[in-house]
């Protein structure tokens, strides 16, 4: 591919010029930092549009994942293509299991500024460059109202943890990420209007707006699920989550460092975490190098770890997703047992939450999130989904549960009136 460029672009200036891009795309995919601070990012910003080619799973397995521009998602229900688990929850947006498209642009925003646009030709990319860089409305005023139903309800919900908790208290887990849903009817609905509300409520660093012909997921993710730079993986679960307070928000920080509740459930993630990664890493390289740490997001603060590794040789792209999918932070502990307790539990299938979305780049790196605080479009059926979840421990208080997925979904909630 051909590249061009420009400098000094204004990150959210361009996000929302791409966006407002998007509508004639039948494929687009944005990833965006919102300009959070992150040591590990490389850009502030990729996108590309236009497939040559899509993938579903069985192409992916087979190479797919390897180098080259890639964009899409994998859903939670990959996971049986790992291990023998039970099926049965009813599906509501129609997800396929895992899908990518090669795109026919791409750009990235890098950290200086430089806005590096590739396509098949130079005069090609200068075209794309200079309609990228046209002035933009900034934010569509289009209708964005989803009157979300919930698919369970509170007494439901209670009803489900204190069974999980009794699994707990016999051995059978230790913790278990246990998953509501809600779900909407798609009537008048701008998809971009509505993530872009979503998007400036969170100011979340992971955040993507993901365009695979009929279905589109709008995602404010703040959890990256793993980073591939070279031979380097990196994983940074979350486990841990309040309110973040308008004033003196140290205090609501340090409430949640010192509950002894979040820290058991961030560290025994970040055992499985080390685990799943030690199946693809050189002998003795798997290191924590961060282990709770506090970060405040726009509307809540955050309970991560990182850990990291270094891959043997000869490991594929598909050999790491395969030792570490689902990401632990969404399934529990230990994970198969996690997961299937969960599926009895849970009333839905997860479809793409819990999974992951990213892209990968010509030289074979890789960057994924974990795909929560997201709103789940199928405008063929005209349904839009909603999910939310949390560890449940043996300290769990159903009612308090409840309550913070209710916190965990009121930027959606707001954001689709």
Request: with cysteine.
């Amino acid at each position: 591919m051909k590249k061009v460029s420009a400098h000094n672009v204004d990150p959210i200036t361009i996000e929302n010029r791409l966006l407002e891009l998007s509508s004639s795309r039948s494929f687009f995919a944005l990833y965006t930092s919102r300009g959070y601070p992150n040591s590990h990012k490389k850009y502030e910003l990729v996108f590309g549009w236009g497939a040559k080619k899509v993938l579903f799973k069985e192409e992916l397995k087979s190479g797919g994942l390897e180098s080259g521009w890639k964009f899409g998602f994998l859903g939670y229900e990959l996971r049986h293509e790992f291990e023998e688990l039970s099926k049965g929850n009813p599906t509501q947006g129609d997800w396929p299991d895992a899908q990518f498209f090669i795109p026919e642009i791409v750009g990235v925003l890098k950290l200086d500024g430089t806005l590096e646009i590739s396509a098949s030709s130079q005069e090609e990319a200068q075209k794309v460059l200079d309609m990228v860089l046209q002035a933009s409305s900034l934010i569509k005023d289009g209708p964005t109202r989803l009157e979300f139903q919930p698919i369970e309800t509170r007494a439901q919900y209670v009803q489900a943890i204190e069974s999980l908790k009794q699994h707990i208290q016999h051995g059978d887990i230790y913790e278990v990420n246990y998953c509501t849903s809600f779900r909407a009817e798609i009537k008048e609905l701008d998809p971009v209007a509505l993530f872009q509300k979503m998007a400036n409520a969170t100011d979340a660093p992971f955040s993507a707006y993901l365009k695979m012909d009929h279905h589109i997921l709008l995602c404010t993710s703040p959890e990256r699920y793993v980073l591939k730079e070279e031979r380097s993986i990196l994983s940074q679960p979350i486990k841990g989550t309040n309110r973040r307070l308008k004033q003196d928000n140290e205090r609501a920080q340090k409430v949640l460092l010192e509950s002894e509740k979040e820290r058991a459930e961030n560290i025994m993630i970040v055992d499985l975490v080390r685990n799943d990664l030690s199946h693809v890493a050189s002998k003795g390289s798997v290191e924590v190098t961060e282990l709770l740490g506090m970060y405040a997001f726009k509307n809540v603060n955050q309970m991560i770890s990182t850990v990291k590794a270094v891959l043997k040789p000869e490991v594929s792209n598909w050999d790491i997703i395969a030792s570490s999918f689902p990401m632990g932070s969404m399934t529990g502990a230990p994970k198969i047992s996690a997961m299937e307790l969960a599926e009895l539990h849970e009333k839905t299938a997860r479809e793409v939450y819990s999974g992951a979305t990213g892209y990968v780049t010509p030289e074979g790196d890789f960057d994924f999130n974990v795909v929560i605080r997201s709103i789940a479009l199928n405008t063929l059926s005209k349904v839009a989904t909603l999910h939310v979840g949390g560890a449940i421990t043996i300290l769990s208080d159903p009612q308090e549960e409840y309550e913070e997925c209710m916190l965990k979904a009121e930027s959606m909630f707001q954001s689709a009136k």
